[in-house]
C-alpha cells in the first residue's frame, strides 16, 4: 500500500512555481522519497529523491521536512509540457518495488 | 544512451491465449521490474529480476510469471488471458537493486484482451 498523501488534482499559471505537497507521516528512517510524474500514457519519468537533505537537479527541486513526514516537489518555472500526474513515493525497504499511489494531476494553465 | 525498449507497444489477444512481453534494459542495467497499469488499480508492482533471479513478486496470480536472462533482457508471460489482464504493461530498469537508485522506466506494451 502507498505510504503517501498528495492532492488529487492542483493548477498552476505557466512560468510560476509549481509547489507539489506530500504526506508521509509513516516514514521510516531509511526510506527513501522518491517523485515521478507520467505524462497521458507514456511511461512513468524519474524526477528527483531524497533521504533526508534537499535535493536540486536540473528538473526540480525537493524539499524534505526535519522531521521527514512531508515533502514538496518544486518546478521553479511551470511550463505546458509539465502537466502530468505527479507520483510521490516512498520507497520501503521491505520489497524494492514503488508503491505508486493516487498521485496529483497537474495541469499548467497558459 | 538507449533508454528501456519494450516490445511490442501494442498488442491484441484473445481471452484464454498467452503472451509473452520483452523489455530490454538500459546497457548496464541489471535490475528489472514490471508493472501494470489499469484505470482502476493504477500502477501495481508485478515482480522484479536481479541477475537472472527473482527478487520479489507481487500480488498477482500465477497466470503471470516472468524471467530474466544473462544479458539482463527481460521478458513477461501472461497465460489463459482474462479481460481483465487488459492494461498498460510497464518495465523498468536499474544499475541495481538498492534503494537509493531511481527506476528508468519504458513506454510500456499496451495489451487488449477481446
Known amino acids: 500500500d502507498a505510504k503517501t498523501t498528495q492532492p488529487t488534482s492542483m493548477d498552476c499559471a505557466e512560468g510560476r512555481a509549481a509547489n507539489l505537497p506530500c504526506n508521509h507521516s509513516?516514514?521510516?528512517?531509511?526510506?527513501?522519497v522518491y517523485w515521478y510524474r507520467q505524462i497521458h500514457s507514456q511511461g512513468p519519468q524519474y524526477i528527483i529523491h531524497?533521504?533526508?537533505n534537499n535535493e536540486t537537479n536540473e528538473m526540480a527541486s525537493l524539499i524534505i521536512t526535519e522531521d521527514r513526514k512531508s515533502s514538496t516537489l518544486i518546478l521553479p518555472h511551470a511550463t505546458l509540457r509539465d502537466t502530468a500526474v505527479y507520483y510521490c513515493?516512498?520507497?520501503?525497504?521491505?520489497?524494492?518495488?514503488?508503491?505508486f499511489g493516487t498521485g496529483t494531476s497537474l495541469t499548467v494553465i497558459p | 544512451k538507449a533508454g528501456v525498449t519494450q516490445t511490442p507497444r501494442y498488442l491484441i489477444k484473445t481471452r484464454g491465449q498467452q503472451v509473452t512481453l520483452s523489455c530490454s534494459p538500459i546497457?548496464?542495467?541489471?535490475?528489472v521490474s514490471w508493472y501494470q497499469q489499469t484505470p482502476g488499480q493504477g500502477l501495481q508492482f508485478l515482480f522484479e529480476?536481479?541477475?537472472?533471479?527473482?527478487?520479489n513478486k507481487g500480488n498477482f496470480p500465477g497466470r503471470f510469471s516472468g524471467r530474466q536472462f544473462s544479458n539482463s533482457r527481460s521478458e513477461m508471460n501472461v497465460s489463459t488471458l482474462e479481460l481483465g489482464d487488459s492494461a498498460l504493461y510497464l518495465c523498468?530498469?536499474?544499475?541495481?537493486?538498492?534503494?537509493?537508485?531511481?527506476?528508468?522506466f519504458g513506454s510500456g506494451t499496451r495489451l487488449t484482451v477481446v
Open positions: 523498468a530498469s536499474s544499475p541495481t537493486t538498492g534503494m537509493n537508485y531511481g527506476y528508468t
Open positions: 509513516t516514514i521510516s528512517g531509511n526510506e527513501y
Open positions: 531524497g533521504l533526508k
Open positions: 513515493i516512498v520507497r520501503t525497504n521491505t520489497g524494492n518495488q514503488f508503491y
Open positions: 546497457s548496464g542495467h541489471r535490475s
Open positions: 529480476y536481479f541477475s537472472e533471479t527473482q527478487r
